[in-house]
């Protein structure tokens, strides 16, 4: 049986991990990933907003510049949304609240 299908209290048991020690590990896998994710935005970002120094923008239309400000507004709110993990885990750490925060 593949391991997405064993649910959660088998793979528990399996691990024979404590509540905590499963938070601990949920949180860390998610931080991973959002650390992943937050690379790739942040480049990407980058390469949209050195496309505003390029001798080629100053001969973009209105309609090309509308949809460029409005990708960079949503690049810089994504790049937010994937930073903002970082204080809520400072704050969650030491609470004793990391299973609610997982789920």
Do not use: C
Not at 1 to 9: D, L, Q, R, T
Not at 35 to 60: D, E, K, N, W
Not at 86 to 97: A, C, E, K, L
């Amino acid at each position: 049986m593949p391991a997405a299908w064993v649910s959660e209290g088998a793979e528990q048991a399996r691990r024979q991990e404590s509540e905590a020690e499963r938070a601990d590990r949920q949180w860390n896998e998610l931080m991973q990933e959002i650390r992943v994710a937050q690379t790739g935005v942040q480049i990407l970002f980058g390469f949209l907003l050195s496309v505003a120094f390029t001798p080629a923008f100053g001969h973009l239309s209105d309609m090309d510049r509308i949809i460029y400000i409005t990708t960079v507004v949503l690049g810089a709110t994504a790049t937010g949304a994937l930073i903002a993990p970082v204080p809520f885990h400072r704050w969650v750490s030491g609470r004793s609240i990391k299973a609610q925060a997982v789920r």
